[in-house]
């Protein structure tokens, strides 16, 4: 069975960490190595990290930089790049590895949830993109396929969940990333105008 490095990049995630470290250790795939890559919390996120997995690491400035760090400390012959306000469905891994076999990458739907107004909207927007390859985001990978393509754009903040997988696209042709079964639930309680 191969293994499925989870990198979970956080700052200050008190009140999320615990929620997809929980996710990840009831995926009903077995064989799944936790990292945790912390930009310099001032709460509580390590030391709850720390109850899932001794793989808990410092690194900034920002996620493309704690991402492909985290990336070269896994084990696993995929990863799987999440954030702390996310939570997965139990069989998620297990599609995962299923389909990536025809792929170079995956997209995982996501559903937004959450209270108040700009949670609905970011729901609302989420529906009218679903299914797209060219908005939607690509979180599984082929460790040696992100290794290849360079990880993430360190010079990138926001966009560079859109970068990477277009890059394999453009390398790889549009076919090259599929679709996962399952999703990702984004509690993104936190919007703000």
């Known amino acids: 069975m191969d293994c499925v490095s989870a990198v979970i990049t956080t700052k200050n995630e008190e009140k999320n960490i615990e929620r997809v470290l929980t996710s990840l250790k009831n995926q009903t795939y077995p064989d799944i190595e936790i990292i945790v890559v912390d930009n310099y919390s001032s709460d509580k ?3 709850i990290a720390k109850k899932f997995t001794r793989k808990v690491y410092q ?6 930089v704690q991402r492909n760090f985290g ?3 896994a084990k696993g012959k995929y990863v799987l790049i999440i954030d702390a306000d996310m939570e997965l469905t139990p069989k998620v891994v297990a599609s995962c590895v299923e389909n990536i076999k025809d792929h170079k990458a995956l997209i995982i739907p ?3 949830v959450g209270e108040g107004f700009m949670a609905q909207v970011r729901k609302f927007e989420r529906e009218m ?3 797209d390859v060219t908005i939607e985001v690509a979180r599984f990978f082929e460790k040696r396929v992100f290794e290849e393509m360079g990880g993430y754009d360190p010079s990138l903040t926001g966009t560079e969940d859109y970068d990477l997988p277009k890059r394999i696209m453009d390398k790889y042709g549009a076919a090259s990333i599929g679709w996962a ?3 990702i639930l984004h509690h993104e309680t936190n919007l703000t105008l």
Request: hydrophobic share 20%; glycine share 14%.
């Open 45 to 47: 996120t390590t030391e």
């Open 59 to 64: 690194k900034g400035p920002e996620r493309s």
């Open 71 to 73: 990336v070269a400390k």
């Open 110 to 112: 996501e559903k937004t």
């Open 129 to 131: 993109y679903m299914g």
């Open 181 to 183: 079964k399952g999703w």
